[in-house]
C-alpha cells in the first residue's frame, strides 16, 4: 500500500506504526499495530504534555522559544514558511522536544521532516514518531556532517555506476563540490525533495521512507535524475541551483508522472515489468556509506565542520551495577556510541550476581532488548571488555545484527573497536550473480551477532575464532583480533586468548520518555 500512496486519513497511524515496525523489527507484529489505536492516542497525548512541561516549566517559556534548525538553515524557504502561525507554533515545540530528548545538534532532515508530518498528524504522533526515527538515525537520516557528506558521495558513487551520464550532468553543475560540502544535493538529503517535487508527490514518497527508510531517498533521487536526464538542457557555466531549477520545471510539467516515477524507482516502467534497476541492496548500501565515512574523513580538502565535545558520562537507573560504577568508563562509553543515544540512560537488566550464571538466564533477560552493552570481568588480569549489540540478543541460525555493533576495554586502556567494512572496487548490484551477493552477505553478516543455545559472541574469522565469546556457563571466554573491526590482539590482552570470566553485566540503554516493566517483559516508548 505504501508504493501506491497511503490515503491522507490513514497517514497519521500508518506513518507512525510503520516507524515502528521498521524500528523494532525483533517486536511482534502486534508491537507496532498498538500505535494506530485510541488507548495508544491517548497514551502518547499524556507523555506528549510531560515532555513539554519538562520543556517549558514556565508558562511564558514558550513565547520567547526559538526552533533548532539541526544545520538546516533553509528549510524555512522550502517548506517551513507554508506554515500558519499555528503550525509554526507546533513545529518549534516538536522541534524544541527533539533537540531536549534526543541532543541531537545536527540532522538537518529533521525540520522538512517534522513539517509533513504535523501536515497530517497530532504534535504527539509527530514528536513519537521523529523521536524514534532519531533513535535509529542509521536508518533514517544522517546525523552529523561527516555522515551527511558520506551520504552524498555514496548517492554519486551509485549514479555514476548506473547512469553515467546522469552523473556526469551533475558533475557539470558543479553538484558534488567538496568545497561546497556537496550542498548541490541539499534538495534530496536536507529538503526532502521539498524544492524540486510538488508536495503531494513529496507525501507519496513520505509514504514510502517511513517503512523503507534511507534507502528511499537514494532510489528516488537516482530515478528522478534518471528520467530528467533527456530533458536536461546544458549550459555553460551551469550552477547547482540552475540544474534543480530545470529539474523542478520537469517535475511541475504535464509530461511527469509520480507513478512513472515509483516505478522506475523499484524496477518497473509502463504496464509491464522490465528489467530491475542495479541497485544496491540494503546492507551493500550502508557499506558503501561507511567506506564513505571514513575516506571522507581522511579527505583534508572536505574541511568539514566537525566539532569535539566532551562527552558526559552516562547516567545509571534502577539497579546499579558494579562495571559501571566508574564515571570515565561511563564517558568513553558515550564518546563510543552513535550520536543519537548519547544521552541514554544506563539500565542493568541482567547480571550473574542477581539472576544466576547461565546462558539460558542471560537470553531470558536480554529478551525484546535491542541496543545493548554487554560488559564482562577478565578474572585473569581484572580487566574488562564487552561489546554494544544493536539488535536483541536471541537464539538463531542466522548471523544478525548490523554496522553499530562494536567490541570494547573498558579497562585497562579503554579502546572501542568499531566495524569497518572492507574495501571494495565494485558495488553489489541487484541482479548480479547471486552467488556473488551470497558471498559479500557472508562476508558482511559475519562480523556481527551471533546466539547459539551453547555460546553467543561477535566478530567473526574464516577460522572460527571471534572477536568475543562467551561460553555457555559464562564462566569461560575468548577473543581475537575480529574481521571488519580492527582489534589486533585480545580484547583481554596479549597472551589472553582464553579467560575466566568473574562478573558479566548487561544494561539496555533507557530512553527519555520510555518505560519498562519486568513483569510484561516487553517495552512501551512513549
Known amino acids: 500500500m505504501s508504493r501506491r500512496g497511503i490515503p491522507p486519513a490513514l497517514r497519521c497511524a500508518v506513518w507512525l506504526s510503520s516507524v515502528m515496525k521498521t524500528c523494532n523489527a525483533h517486536q511482534p507484529s502486534s508491537y507496532s499495530e498498538e500505535y494506530r489505536t485510541l488507548a495508544k492516542v491517548q497514551q502518547l497525548d499524556y507523555a506528549w504534555e510531560s515532555v513539554l512541561k519538562q520543556i517549558f516549566p514556565n508558562a511564558d517559556d514558550e513565547q520567547s522559544a526559538v526552533a533548532p534548525n539541526f544545520g538546516n538553515f533553509q528549510y524555512q524557504q522550502y517548506i517551513?514558511?507554508?506554515?500558519?502561525?499555528?503550525?509554526?507554533?507546533?513545529?518549534?515545540?516538536?522541534?524544541?522536544a527533539l533537540s531536549h530528548v534526543v541532543g541531537l545538534e545536527y540532522a538537518p532532515l529533521l525540520p522538512p521532516l517534522a513539517v509533513i508530518t504535523l501536515s497530517f498528524t497530532s504534535e504527539s504522533y509527530a514528536y513519537s514518531m521523529l523521536r524514534e526515527m532519531a533513535h535509529n538515525s542509521t536508518l533514517y537520516f544522517a546525523v552529523s556532517p561527516l555522515e551527511h557528506v558520506a551520504w552524498c558521495r555514496a548517492f554519486m558513487d551509485i549514479l555514476s555506476r548506473l547512469h553515467p551520464q546522469t552523473a556526469a550532468s551533475l558533475k557539470l553543475a558543479r553538484v558534488e563540490e567538496p568545497s561546497r560540502r556537496f550542498e548541490g544535493l541539499d534538495p534530496i538529503f536536507k529538503h526532502f525533495f521539498t524544492p524540486i517535487l510538488k508536495f503531494v508527490h513529496v507525501l507519496r514518497i513520505m509514504d514510502i521512507y517511513v517503512l523503507e527508510g534511507s534507502k528511499v531517498m537514494f532510489r528516488f533521487g537516482v530515478a528522478l535524475l534518471a528520467m530528467f536526464q533527456k530533458d536536461f538542457k546544458s549550459i555553460d557555466s551551469?550552477?547547482?541551483?540552475?540544474?534543480?531549477q530545470q529539474v523542478k520545471e520537469y517535475t511541475h510539467s504535464r509530461g511527469f508522472s509520480m507513478d512513472t516515477l515509483?516505478?522506475?524507482?523499484?524496477?518497473?516502467?509502463?504496464?509491464?515489468?522490465?528489467?530491475?534497476?542495479?541497485?544496491?541492496?540494503?546492507?551493500?548500501?550502508?557499506?558503501?556509506?561507511?567506506?564513505?565515512?571514513?575516506?571522507?574523513?581522511?579527505?583534508?580538502?572536505?574541511?568539514?565542520?566537525?566539532?569535539?565535545?566532551?562527552?558526559?558520562p552516562m547516567e545509571l537507573v534502577g539497579n546499579a551495577g558494579t562495571l559501571f560504577a566508574s564515571a570515565s568508563v561511563r564517558s568513553n562509553l558515550a564518546e563510543w556510541l552513535p550520536l543519537?543515544?548519547?544521552?541514554?540512560?544506563?539500565?542493568?537488566?541482567?547480571?550473574?550476581?542477581?539472576?544466576?550464571?547461565?546462558?539460558?538466564?542471560?537470553?531470558?533477560?536480554t529478551k525484546g532488548h535491542k541496543r545493548t552493552l554487554t560488559v564482562i570481568q577478565v578474572l585473569d588480569n581484572d580487566a574488562v571488555v564487552g561489546m554494544f549489540a544493536s539488535q536483541a540478543w536471541r537464539i538463531s541460525s542466522q548471523v544478525y545484527g548490523d554496522g553499530e555493533c562494536f567490541l570494547f576495554r573498558a579497562s585497562p586502556e579503554p579502546a572501542c573497536y568499531k566495524w569497518r567494512p572492507k574495501a571494495s572496487s565494485s558495488v553489489v548490484l541487484e541482479e548480479e550473480d547471486e552467488e556473488e551477493n551470497e558471498a559479500n552477505s557472508v562476508a558482511l553478516l559475519e562480523q556481527f551477532q551471533v546466539g547459539r543455545p551453547h555460546f553467543i559472541s561477535m566478530g567473526g574469522n574464516p577460522d572460527g575464532s571471534c572477536g568475543l565469546r562467551l561460553n555457555e556457563d559464562l564462566t569461560r571466554g575468548e577473543s581475537a583480533p575480529a574481521s571488519g573491526f580492527g582489534n589486533e590482539e585480545s580484547l583481554a590482552g596479549a597472551g589472553f586468548a582464553s579467560f575466566q570470566v568473574g562478573l558479566v553485566e548487561v544494561y539496555r540503554l533507557k530512553q527519555l520518555g520510555e518505560s519498562f516493566s519486568f513483569d510484561e517483559g516487553e517495552r512501551s516508548t512513549y
Do not use: C
Open 262 to 312: 515509483v516505478r522506475k524507482a523499484y524496477g518497473y516502467h509502463g504496464n509491464r515489468a522490465r528489467r530491475r534497476m542495479r541497485f544496491p541492496r540494503r546492507h551493500i548500501l550502508a557499506r558503501i556509506i561507511r567506506l564513505e565515512q571514513d575516506l571522507a574523513a581522511s579527505d583534508d580538502s572536505l574541511e568539514l565542520l566537525t566539532t569535539v565535545q566532551v562527552a558526559r
Open 80 to 96: 517551513g514558511g507554508e506554515l500558519p502561525v499555528y503550525g509554526q507554533e507546533a513545529l518549534t515545540r516538536v522541534l524544541l
Open 238 to 244: 551551469i550552477t547547482p541551483e540552475q540544474y534543480w
Open 340 to 365: 543519537s543515544l548519547r544521552l541514554s540512560k544506563l539500565e542493568l537488566i541482567y547480571s550473574t550476581s542477581i539472576h544466576g550464571r547461565t546462558l539460558e538466564r542471560f537470553y531470558t533477560h
